[in-house]
């Protein structure tokens, strides 16, 4: 099985709900997960900056094999730079795309 998270609301809670989800799924051992992904756009993008909030969190999914996938369109709205996303944070060029492709892939859908 495959899941992929979207983080996109601008509610911290919401986006820390997700993370916390992500993190329960790599931890639980009654379900065959082969792959976990997250993919933040617009407003969810926060949790993926250097010293953002929850930032830390983000570094642990990493850790743990989760890939974590910017949105480049949301980069370039908010003026960011790759070097201000978490250390192992893949850009992609749209997060709307990116969902796309993995859900054609068969990920399952996760929006918090």
Known sequence: MQTVFHLIADEPAQRATALT?????TEDDSVDVDDIAI????????PLTA???DSGMVESLLE???AVKACGNTLDLKDLAESDLVEGVETVPSGGGELTRLQN??????RP
Do not use: M
């Open 64 to 66: 743990t094999g989760v």
């Open 21 to 25: 989800i992500a993190q329960n799924l």
């Open 51 to 53: 010293g953002g909030d």
């Open 39 to 46: 993919v933040a756009q617009a407003d969810g993008i926060e």
């Open 105 to 110: 892939e068969g990920y399952a859908y996760i």
